[in-house]
Protein backbone atom coordinates (compact mmCIF):
# COMPACT_ATOMS: atom_id res chain seq x y z
CA UNK A 1 0.00 0.00 0.00
CA UNK A 2 2.78 2.45 1.05
CA UNK A 3 4.44 1.61 -2.01
CA UNK A 4 1.08 2.21 -4.28
CA UNK A 5 0.77 5.65 -2.41
CA UNK A 6 4.38 6.75 -3.30
CA UNK A 7 4.24 5.70 -7.09
CA UNK A 8 0.83 8.01 -7.19
CA UNK A 9 2.55 10.61 -5.22
CA UNK A 10 5.19 10.21 -7.85
CA UNK A 11 2.56 9.86 -10.61
CA UNK A 12 1.14 13.32 -9.52
CA UNK A 13 4.23 15.25 -9.09
CA UNK A 14 5.37 14.47 -12.84
CA UNK A 15 1.93 15.54 -13.57
CA UNK A 16 1.88 18.85 -12.21
CA UNK A 17 5.35 19.81 -13.59
CA UNK A 18 4.09 18.58 -16.86
CA UNK A 19 1.37 21.06 -16.83
CA UNK A 20 2.98 23.98 -15.44
CA UNK A 21 5.95 23.62 -18.37
CA UNK A 22 3.28 23.47 -20.70
CA UNK A 23 1.83 26.25 -19.26
CA UNK A 24 5.30 28.67 -18.96
CA UNK A 25 6.10 28.01 -22.83
CA UNK A 26 2.80 28.41 -24.04
CA UNK A 27 2.55 31.98 -21.95
CA UNK A 28 6.16 33.18 -22.68
CA UNK A 29 5.74 32.72 -26.49
CA UNK A 30 2.43 35.08 -26.30
CA UNK A 31 4.52 37.82 -23.87
CA UNK A 32 3.66 40.64 -25.01
CA UNK A 33 1.17 39.97 -28.36
CA UNK A 34 -1.92 39.81 -26.70
CA UNK A 35 -4.53 42.92 -26.61
CA UNK A 36 -7.48 44.16 -24.65
CA UNK A 37 -8.07 47.18 -26.92
CA UNK A 38 -7.84 47.48 -30.68
CA UNK A 39 -6.45 50.64 -30.63
CA UNK A 40 -3.62 49.07 -28.94
CA UNK A 41 -2.90 47.46 -32.36
CA UNK A 42 0.03 48.88 -34.62
CA UNK A 43 1.54 48.26 -37.90
CA UNK A 44 -0.72 47.81 -40.98
CA UNK A 45 -3.74 45.97 -40.61
CA UNK A 46 -3.96 42.34 -40.39
CA UNK A 47 -7.02 39.83 -41.41
CA UNK A 48 -8.46 38.72 -38.51
CA UNK A 49 -9.04 34.69 -36.99
CA UNK A 50 -12.30 34.50 -34.94
CA UNK A 51 -12.07 31.27 -32.94
CA UNK A 52 -15.34 29.08 -32.85
CA UNK A 53 -17.50 28.41 -30.20
CA UNK A 54 -21.14 28.01 -30.46
CA UNK A 55 -24.11 30.48 -30.38
CA UNK A 56 -25.78 28.28 -27.56
CA UNK A 57 -24.76 25.69 -24.78
CA UNK A 58 -25.53 21.25 -25.19
CA UNK A 59 -28.26 23.08 -22.35
CA UNK A 60 -29.72 25.64 -24.71
CA UNK A 61 -28.64 28.78 -22.62
CA UNK A 62 -27.14 31.37 -24.62
CA UNK A 63 -22.97 30.77 -24.61
CA UNK A 64 -21.29 33.73 -23.03
CA UNK A 65 -18.40 33.18 -24.72
CA UNK A 66 -19.47 33.50 -28.26
CA UNK A 67 -21.74 36.63 -27.69
CA UNK A 68 -18.07 38.68 -26.49
CA UNK A 69 -16.22 37.02 -28.81
CA UNK A 70 -17.87 38.59 -31.66
CA UNK A 71 -18.43 41.79 -30.27
CA UNK A 72 -14.56 42.26 -30.16
CA UNK A 73 -14.24 41.05 -33.41
CA UNK A 74 -17.00 43.29 -34.64
CA UNK A 75 -15.25 46.51 -32.95
CA UNK A 76 -11.81 45.23 -34.40
CA UNK A 77 -13.23 45.38 -38.04
CA UNK A 78 -14.36 49.03 -37.01
CA UNK A 79 -11.63 50.33 -35.94
CA UNK A 80 -9.72 49.53 -39.59
CA UNK A 81 -6.83 47.74 -38.05
CA UNK A 82 -8.32 44.38 -39.62
CA UNK A 83 -10.22 44.71 -42.91
CA UNK A 84 -11.43 41.11 -43.31
CA UNK A 85 -12.69 38.07 -40.84
CA UNK A 86 -11.87 34.85 -41.30
CA UNK A 87 -14.30 32.76 -39.13
CA UNK A 88 -13.07 29.74 -38.12
CA UNK A 89 -14.92 26.99 -36.33
CA UNK A 90 -16.57 23.07 -36.05
CA UNK A 91 -18.73 22.55 -39.00
CA UNK A 92 -18.28 18.68 -38.80
CA UNK A 93 -22.15 17.37 -39.12
CA UNK A 94 -24.97 19.10 -41.15
CA UNK A 95 -26.88 20.26 -37.91
CA UNK A 96 -24.08 22.04 -36.03
CA UNK A 97 -22.32 24.90 -37.82
CA UNK A 98 -19.79 27.21 -35.19
CA UNK A 99 -18.72 29.73 -38.94
CA UNK A 100 -22.00 30.25 -40.23
CA UNK A 101 -23.38 31.06 -36.28
CA UNK A 102 -20.64 33.75 -36.55
CA UNK A 103 -21.12 35.37 -39.40
CA UNK A 104 -24.57 35.61 -39.13
CA UNK A 105 -23.62 37.25 -35.41
CA UNK A 106 -21.10 39.38 -37.00
CA UNK A 107 -23.13 40.69 -40.21
CA UNK A 108 -25.65 41.86 -37.13
CA UNK A 109 -23.20 43.47 -34.95
CA UNK A 110 -22.48 45.59 -38.64
CA UNK A 111 -19.82 43.72 -40.87
CA UNK A 112 -19.89 43.50 -44.17
CA UNK A 113 -20.73 40.22 -45.29
CA UNK A 114 -18.26 40.55 -48.48
CA UNK A 115 -15.66 41.15 -46.00
CA UNK A 116 -16.00 37.80 -43.73
CA UNK A 117 -14.81 34.52 -44.62
CA UNK A 118 -15.85 30.96 -43.04
CA UNK A 119 -13.50 28.40 -42.31
CA UNK A 120 -15.50 25.49 -41.86
CA UNK A 121 -12.55 23.18 -40.90
CA UNK A 122 -11.54 24.80 -37.84
CA UNK A 123 -11.98 21.88 -35.75
CA UNK A 124 -9.37 22.75 -33.35
CA UNK A 125 -7.11 25.99 -32.33
CA UNK A 126 -4.43 24.08 -34.06
CA UNK A 127 -6.54 23.52 -37.28
CA UNK A 128 -7.32 27.20 -37.37
CA UNK A 129 -4.08 28.30 -37.07
CA UNK A 130 -2.30 26.24 -39.93
CA UNK A 131 -5.70 26.50 -42.13
CA UNK A 132 -5.10 30.44 -41.79
CA UNK A 133 -1.93 30.12 -43.87
CA UNK A 134 -2.21 27.33 -45.75
CA UNK A 135 -5.65 27.84 -46.87
CA UNK A 136 -5.69 31.30 -46.49
CA UNK A 137 -2.39 32.61 -47.59
CA UNK A 138 -2.11 34.39 -44.02
CA UNK A 139 1.09 34.55 -42.31
CA UNK A 140 0.21 38.12 -40.09
CA UNK A 141 -2.91 37.66 -38.35
CA UNK A 142 -4.68 39.06 -35.27
CA UNK A 143 -6.60 36.00 -33.38
CA UNK A 144 -9.61 36.78 -31.51
CA UNK A 145 -11.07 34.81 -28.47
CA UNK A 146 -10.62 35.00 -24.72
CA UNK A 147 -7.17 36.05 -23.14
CA UNK A 148 -6.53 32.03 -22.08
CA UNK A 149 -7.49 30.91 -25.50
CA UNK A 150 -5.27 33.62 -27.22
CA UNK A 151 -2.31 32.76 -25.85
CA UNK A 152 -2.13 28.80 -26.87
CA UNK A 153 -3.18 30.22 -30.23
CA UNK A 154 -0.43 32.76 -30.72
CA UNK A 155 1.78 30.19 -29.02
CA UNK A 156 0.54 27.18 -32.13
CA UNK A 157 0.49 29.97 -34.82
CA UNK A 158 4.16 31.36 -34.12
CA UNK A 159 4.96 27.54 -33.97
CA UNK A 160 3.63 27.42 -37.46
CA UNK A 161 5.61 30.35 -38.51
CA UNK A 162 2.80 32.80 -38.51
CA UNK A 163 3.40 36.12 -37.28
CA UNK A 164 0.48 36.64 -34.67
CA UNK A 165 -1.31 38.83 -32.12
CA UNK A 166 -4.32 38.33 -29.97
CA UNK A 167 -6.99 40.64 -29.21
CA UNK A 168 -8.60 39.72 -25.97
CA UNK A 169 -12.50 39.53 -25.89
CA UNK A 170 -13.68 40.03 -22.39
CA UNK A 171 -14.07 37.21 -20.21
CA UNK A 172 -17.69 36.36 -19.31
CA UNK A 173 -18.90 36.31 -16.01
CA UNK A 174 -18.70 32.21 -14.64
CA UNK A 175 -19.89 30.71 -11.97
CA UNK A 176 -17.00 29.03 -10.06
CA UNK A 177 -17.79 25.63 -10.83
CA UNK A 178 -17.81 26.51 -14.67
CA UNK A 179 -14.48 28.80 -13.92
CA UNK A 180 -12.68 25.91 -12.31
CA UNK A 181 -14.09 23.47 -15.62
CA UNK A 182 -12.57 25.92 -17.50
CA UNK A 183 -8.77 26.45 -15.70
CA UNK A 184 -8.33 22.45 -15.99
CA UNK A 185 -9.56 21.85 -19.36
CA UNK A 186 -7.07 24.89 -20.51
CA UNK A 187 -4.22 23.29 -18.97
CA UNK A 188 -4.91 19.92 -20.43
CA UNK A 189 -5.20 22.12 -23.62
CA UNK A 190 -2.14 23.35 -23.38
CA UNK A 191 -0.20 20.09 -22.48
CA UNK A 192 -1.55 19.08 -26.22
CA UNK A 193 -0.53 22.37 -27.60
CA UNK A 194 3.26 21.69 -26.73
CA UNK A 195 3.05 18.17 -27.75
CA UNK A 196 1.41 19.07 -30.87
CA UNK A 197 3.55 21.94 -32.00
CA UNK A 198 7.02 20.15 -30.28
CA UNK A 199 6.85 16.40 -31.13
CA UNK A 200 3.95 14.96 -32.99
CA UNK A 201 4.10 17.94 -35.56
CA UNK A 202 0.59 17.30 -35.65
CA UNK A 203 -1.59 18.33 -39.01
CA UNK A 204 -4.93 19.32 -39.48
CA UNK A 205 -7.74 16.94 -40.03
CA UNK A 206 -8.39 18.54 -43.51
CA UNK A 207 -6.74 21.33 -45.75
CA UNK A 208 -8.30 21.77 -48.87
CA UNK A 209 -8.20 24.57 -51.73
CA UNK A 210 -6.86 27.54 -51.13
CA UNK A 211 -9.13 30.59 -50.44
CA UNK A 212 -8.11 34.45 -51.55
CA UNK A 213 -8.64 37.01 -49.39
CA UNK A 214 -9.77 39.56 -51.50
CA UNK A 215 -7.78 43.30 -50.18
CA UNK A 216 -10.58 45.51 -49.98
Known amino acids: MRRLIKLLAWGFLLSALIVLAAHCMVQSSAQGRTFNKAEELSGTPRVAVVLGCSRTL ?63 AGFRTLDSMVRAKAVFGQERIV ?63 FLGPEIKIVEN
Open 58 to 120: PNGNANRFFAKRISAAADLFKSGRSQALIVSGDNGRPDYDEPSMMKEALITAGVPENRIYCDY
Open 143 to 205: IVSQHFHNERAVYLAQSRNIDAVGLNAEDPDLTRLTAIKNVVREALARVAAVLDAELLRTQPK
